[in-house]
Structures are given as structure tokens and as C-alpha cells.
């Protein structure tokens, strides 16, 4: 599909890709700095400007998403490449919906980037389970216990059909970034000015009684200073846990400032409403069924851990394995 | 690495072990890219990380060290054997579901010894989960599916499919939460539009439509009728009430409180709606879990692989998973034994202290669950 308008809307597909490099794409300077303002909004704002409908903007909107992922390719920071991803994916959630009612075979095609075939179902769709896991956001709107489930496929909206395609998307433009190749001088510094835009995070998150965490709570701890984008799961369990080890509000939001999607406002509110409603820690087995589980210290629960005991434990069963 | 050999039983259930596994077939599907785990006495298991290239390569392992577990990775890796875990690069997993009985179902305490009532019961969860989840509302097909007694008290199923090959953890966990019920929700299928009420029809798919339809049969059912009504008892008014529902209508019950009283019979009927699975091992895409055919060391039975999900209805595990035919041997009770049947031989109550003769499968049984010694 050479359609121009279509591989503008949707820069990542494999049309677009089709489509630059069969006419070829020189890095303009001019190029490259519109292409830094993108990723800045992007990471600033949380936005991507759509394309004006004229063909030479459409053109140069191809060029602009490939210098702005080299951009941040050059940054290579988990934080912005996050941050970017989702805010490409906002802007195609924008298109998707647009297009759903005026250009409906956009969205099938977009759907088939990802191997997903919606199958209409009146006012609904019906998608494959597998690909209704892998691309819903875990959250309760999408538990799927409450979900109309039969013969392998969901039954979603339209909305939230293209919000798994949004997902997609994200999910899509994380996992290929950075890219690892050389790059032109002037898109490296337009990379490293990038960094400038990392939020400031304290170097000493938190002081009390750290050395009585245990290996699954520093290890969330790392990868949100390392901007990882943890589990809704895991996510709760850190904050409950340092709820219940007393840190105070302010430091937990600190924490989890790292998060690519962070938002101080509803970091605060959920770290207050875990406080006021008093939940108990998930123990050590829930935990390994979230994933989170890292080491085999048999405390019970993460609160239980304690460095002195626990820790030699650990110490020393890896050391006879070893 | 080999498991240490202490006691005489142990000596003679290695003999055995040893035996059974030169004559059986050992193997497992992509078995070169799963990592395995066998276990001793002490710990079901005590070395993991191995990999084998093919099944002869297994089966020599086996036969010469005989471990009284095995079990193999529900994931498949490029480098099984690799540590740690993120080295193995995990490629994809089937997908599990444990069911074990807790050995409450016959109203006491079966402990060791899970009695007839209770392994009947965990059968029937097996048959539940496939009947009532897998194959109506994941859609798997039954080729898909691999089912084997778990050689102990319960049943496994193997999904090996496309659809869920490369799941995460999370996913695998909205899937065990689904059968489970966990995170079911009576606001999120029934909503008012205005004064109407509305909920799932029995048409539909997903637990939604599972209540409806277990409501609906339930009404014939006159106390519960009654329950929700009083008018519900005219056949009549209960009639209206099932066309009403079965356009996803539940406005039309003559009650007051109507929302507070259905989501009451949603909360109590949930219970028996739901399957009942350890969900933890359906979430772990690098569990490890019993080998299908190998012989569980807690009861010298086979983890018996079945022909077909269908084939678990006739499925009798005190008949058909125990392996061991040979000569009759003397074994002393080391605590008290209560009444058993092992392939069609009924024997016990046992006494402390007392030997018996008994049939190989019995007295290997005992002494795998470390009940007896070689008198």
C-alpha cells in the first residue's frame, strides 16, 4: 500500500518503511532540528503533533519519526525512550480514531501489523485471547474475568479496540529502541541535549532501614531508577511495601519518579489511598507469581526480610550452588 | 552431581526406578530445549538446570541415577542448562494447570493417604476446568490439550498451542485468574441504563453468561425461586422472568433491593462457577513440573500420561497410575496404615509396628510415602 496519507498517519508501519526506502531519505539539517522539537514535546508534553494534510508535510513527517527515533536511539535512556514511545502512541490512538469511522481499512491495516484480525461483531469486535493479553494494559477495566470470553476471543469496544492498538504501538517502538548504529554528528548532540530533560532524581532515594530490604524490593527500586516500566502488580507491592516500612510519602513518590509514565499528582493519590486503606503486604509467593520474586530468601513476606538473617541465608545457599 | 543413596529403601526403590525407566519411553515434546529437575528423599527437587539432547541421552541419565522425581521446564529455551535463568533466553511455555486436591472434599482429613472420595473430586475439577473453560471459552481444541495424573493426588494440563506460546507471566495470570474467578466482579456485568437494569444473557460467553445460565436452571429450583420472590413461585411469573434474561434484561424481577439481592446470589454462586487451579503454577513460565509418565517418588506411581482428555473419565488412579508388577514383598507399618486399594487389592487397616505381605505396587506405595520398611 503506497498511500501516502496512511504511512503518515502510521510512520512505524512496514508500508512507511516500504515507502522510505524506496525513495530514499537524506538527513537535512532543517530535518533534524524539527525532529529534535518532536521528540522535546514529546517528552515534555507528552504529545506529537499530528501531520497537516499536504503531501510535502506528509513527506517530511516520514523523515521526521525516522531522525526523532535516532534522536533518541542517540539519548539511549530507558526513561526517554519510554516516555517517547508512549507519546508516538498517543498520536496514533489520535489517527485510529479518526480513521476508524472515515478510512476503516486503516485501522485493519494497522491491527495486521500486529497480527491481530478484529472480527466485527455488531457494535463490538472480537479479538483472539492471546493477542487480548498481550496488548490490553492490566488494569481492571480489562481484568478478564469480567470479560465476555467464548470459543478463544474477547469481546472489546471500539474504543478499546484501538486502545490495545495504542498499546501495540508503545509497546512496539520500546522494545526496537535504541537503535545501534552510527549516526550523523548533528543527531548525536540533538541526542545528548535530550538528556537535559530527565527529571531530576535524588541520589539517595531513601534512608530508612534500606539495608533490611529485601532483593525484590531493590531490584524494583533499580529498574524505576532505570526507568523500567514496571507491572500495575508490581508496582502496587512496592508502594505497599514501603508504606508499611514507614518511608513517608514524599520519598516513595520520589521512587517511583523513574517510572516512564510517571505523574506526581496520581503517584501521590494512589501512594495515600494504599496508606489510608492499610493493605497487607503480598507474601513471598505472590510475589513470585507476579513475577517479582528474585531470590529465595524464605522470609514469608518482603517485610520480614532482614539483611542479618535472611541475607547470610542467601548468601550462602548461592555460594554451595555455586 | 548425583543424588545421595542412604537407606535400604531408598537402595531398593532406585533398583526399581532404574528398572522402570529402561523399559519405558521417556520423552517430551521440544524435550532439548527444556531444562529438567530431578529430586531425591529429601527435596522434590535437588538439582535443576540440566538439559539433554535427545531422549536416549534422558533415559540413560534416568536409568543410571533413577531419581525418585523428574521434572522438565513448562518453558522452552535455546540454552536450558544455562544460569542464570535470563541466559537460558526462554523462547516460549505451554501452558499449565495444576489441579491438586487439599484433601478436604471427603469431610475429613485425608492427609497422606488422599482417600477415593477426594481423588474422585479432583477428578471432577480436571473435568470442569477442560469442559467448562478450555475447550468452551479458550478454544482450545482437544489436541491441544495433554492431560496426566500428577503420580500423586491431583491432575495436570498441558496446553501446547500458538495462542499462548509466548504469554508473559501476566497474562498467564489474567488466564488463572479468569478460571479461578479471581477479580470477578458483579458491577462489571450487570449496569443500570436510566431505571433499567441490565446483565449478561445466557447466550453469552465468560462468567457472564455462565451466571445467567446457572440461574436461570437454577429457578426451577423453588426455594430459590422464593428466594429472590415471592411471586417467582407461579410458573408463569418465572417464565416472563427467563425471556427477560434471556435478552439480557434482569429489570424484570418484582423485587425491591433486586441489585443487592442478585449480587448476593452472584457472590454465593461464584464459588461453584469457578474452577478451582493453583494459579501460581499457571502464571510461572519457568516452572518446572512433573515429566508425564515418570514416577512420582511420593507414591511409586506414574505420573500417567492420559490418551485423551477424554480418556480421564475412565481414569482411576489407585488402578491405573501404579507401575510396579513384581514379586510380593514384606514391609513393616512405621506408623499407622488405614484401609487401601491398590490395584484391585484391598488391604489395611495397618497397625504401627506390624509387617504385612503385600503386592509390589502396595508396598512400594507405603514405603514412598515413607509409611513402611522392608521388613
Given at each position: 500500500m503506497a498511500d501516502l496519507l496512511f504511512c503518515s498517519h502510521y510512520p512505524f508501519s512496514s508500508a512507511a518503511k516500504a515507502y522510505v526506502s524506496e525513495r530514499g531519505m537524506e538527513i537535512v539539517s532543517s530535518?533534524?532540528?524539527?525532529?529534535?522539537?518532536?521528540?522535546?514535546?514529546?517528552?515534555?508534553?507528552?504529545?506529537?503533533?499530528?501531520?497537516?494534510?499536504?503531501?510535502?508535510?506528509?513527506?517530511?513527517?516520514?523523515?521526521?519519526?525516522?531522525?526523532a527515533r535516532m534522536i533518541v536511539s542517540c539519548a539511549n535512556n530507558r526513561y526517554l525512550i519510554n516516555r517517547y514511545a508512549v507519546s508516538e502512541a498517543k498520536k496514533t490512538s489520535d489517527y485510529l480514531s479518526s480513521d476508524a469511522s472515515a478510512r476503516p481499512d486503516y485501522v485493519d491495516a494497522v491491527a495486521a501489523e500486529f497480527g491481530i484480525r478484529f472480527e466485527k461483531d455488531g457494535a463490538h469486535f472480537l479479538v483472539p485471547l492471546g493477542k487480548y493479553l498481550t496488548y490490553t494494559p492490566r488494569s481492571t477495566d480489562y481484568k478478564l474475568a469480567n470479560r465476555e470470553v467464548s470459543a478463544g476471543k474477547v469481546k472489546v469496544s471500539s474504543h478499546e479496540r484501538i486502545r490495545m492498538l495504542e498499546e501495540a504501538v508503545k509497546k512496539k517502538i520500546e522494545r526496537e529502541l535504541p537503535i545501534r548504529a552510527a549516526f550523523p554528528a548533528e543527531v548525536k548532540a540533538a541526542g545528548a541535549r535530550m538528556l537535559a530533560l530527565l527529571p531530576k532524581l535524588e541520589a539517595t532515594v531513601v534512608k530508612v532501614g534500606q539495608e533490611n530490604y529485601p532483593p525484590c524490593v531493590r531490584r524494583m527500586i533499580e529498574e524505576l531508577s532505570l526507568n523500567v516500566n514496571l507491572p500495575h502488580t508490581a508496582r502496587v507491592a512496592l508502594a505497599i511495601y514501603l508504606v508499611r516500612a514507614g518511608v513517608p510519602t514524599g520519598k516513595i513518590v520520589d521512587i517511583f519518579r523513574g517510572a516512564p509514565d510517571f505523574s506526581e499528582k496520581t503517584t501521590h493519590y494512589q501512594v495515600e489511598y494504599l496508606r489510608t486503606k492499610g493493605y497487607s503486604m503480598p507474601s513471598c509467593a505472590t510475589m513470585d507469581s507476579y513475577g517479582a520474586c528474585v531470590a529465595e530468601c524464605r522470609c514469608g513476606t518482603p517485610l520480614n526480610y532482614r539483611a542479618n538473617v535472611h541475607g547470610r541465608a542467601l548468601k550462602k545457599e548461592e555460594g554451595a550452588k555455586a | 552431581m548425583s543424588l545421595l543413596i542412604q537407606t535400604q529403601e531408598e537402595k531398593f526403590l532406585h533398583r526399581r526406578f532404574s528398572d522402570y525407566y529402561s523399559k519405558s519411553a521417556v520423552g517430551v515434546r521440544g524435550l532439548e530445549k527444556r531444562e529438567f529437575g530431578f529430586g531425591g528423599w529429601e527435596k522434590k527437587i535437588e538439582f535443576r538446570h540440566l538439559a539433554f539432547r535427545n531422549e536416549g541421552e534422558l533415559r540413560a541419565r534416568l536409568v543410571s541415577e533413577a531419581p525418585l522425581y523428574i521434572s522438565h521446564s513448562v518453558a522452552y529455551y535455546e540454552f536450558p542448562d544455562a544460569r542464570p535463568m535470563p541466559n537460558k533466553n526462554w523462547q516460549g511455555s505451554d501452558l499449565i494447570f495444576d489441579l491438586d486436591t487439599d484433601g478436604s472434599a471427603c469431610g475429613h482429613v485425608c492427609g497422606k493417604f488422599t482417600c477415593q472420595k477426594c481423588l474422585d473430586a479432583v477428578k471432577a475439577d480436571a473435568v470442569k476446568l477442560i469442559e467448562e473453560f478450555l475447550l468452551p471459552d479458550?478454544?482450545?481444541?482437544?489436541?491441544?490439550?495433554?492431560?496426566?495424573?500428577?503420580?500423586?493426588?491431583?491432575?495436570?494440563?498441558?496446553?501446547?498451542?500458538?495462542?499462548?506460546?509466548?504469554?508473559?507471566?501476566?497474562?498467564?495470570?489474567e488466564i488463572a485468574d479468569y478460571v479461578s474467578g479471581t477479580g470477578l466482579s458483579f458491577e462489571r456485568l450487570f449496569w443500570n441504563e436510566g431505571k433499567k437494569f441490565f446483565g449478561p444473557s445466557p447466550s453469552q460467553g465468560g462468567f457472564g453468561g455462565k451466571f445467567a445460565r446457572a440461574f436461570v436452571s437454577r429457578l426451577s429450583d423453588d426455594a430459590f425461586a422464593r428466594s429472590i420472590a415471592l411471586k417467582l413461585r407461579k410458573p408463569e411469573e418465572k417464565e416472563k422472568l427467563k425471556s427477560a434474561i434471556s435478552m439480557g434484561n434482569w429489570d424484570n424481577i418484582g423485587i425491591t433491593n433486586r441489585e443487592k439481592k442478585l449480587s448476593e446470589k452472584f457472590e454465593e454462586m461464584k464459588l461453584t462457577m469457578a474452577g478451582r487451579i493453583d494459579a501460581n503454577v499457571t502464571a510461572d513460565t519457568s516452572k518446572l513440573i512433573r515429566m508425564p509418565d515418570s514416577i512420582h517418588g511420593g507414591s511409586g506411581f506414574a505420573a500417567k500420561r492420559l490418551s485423551s482428555p477424554d480418556a480421564i473419565?475412565?481414569?482411576?488412579?489407585?488402578?491405573?497410575?501404579?507401575?510396579?508388577?513384581?514379586?510380593?514383598?514384606?514391609?513393616?507399618?512405621?506408623?499407622?496404615?488405614?484401609?487401601?486399594?491398590?490395584?484391585?487389592?484391598?488391604?489395611?487397616?495397618?497397625?504401627?509396628g506390624e509387617a504385612r505381605e503385600l503386592p509390589e505396587a502396595c508396598a512400594i506405595y507405603l514405603i514412598c510415602k515413607k509409611a513402611a520398611v522392608i521388613a
Open positions: 530535518y533534524v532540528e524539527k525532529a529534535e522539537e518532536r521528540v522535546r514535546e514529546a517528552i515534555v508534553s507528552g504529545k506529537v503533533r499530528k501531520v497537516p494534510a499536504l503531501s510535502e508535510a506528509q513527506e517530511e513527517e516520514l523523515a521526521l519519526y525516522a531522525i | 479458550f478454544g482450545f481444541s482437544k489436541s491441544e490439550l495433554a492431560v496426566n495424573f500428577s503420580g500423586s493426588r491431583g491432575y495436570h494440563v498441558h496446553v501446547v498451542s500458538d495462542a499462548i506460546y509466548d504469554l508473559d507471566r501476566e497474562a498467564r495470570r473419565s475412565s481414569f482411576e488412579p489407585m488402578r491405573h497410575a501404579p507401575v510396579f508388577k513384581g514379586a510380593p514383598m514384606r514391609v513393616k507399618a512405621t506408623e499407622t496404615v488405614p484401609a487401601l486399594n491398590i490395584c484391585d487389592h484391598s488391604f489395611g487397616p495397618i497397625p504401627s
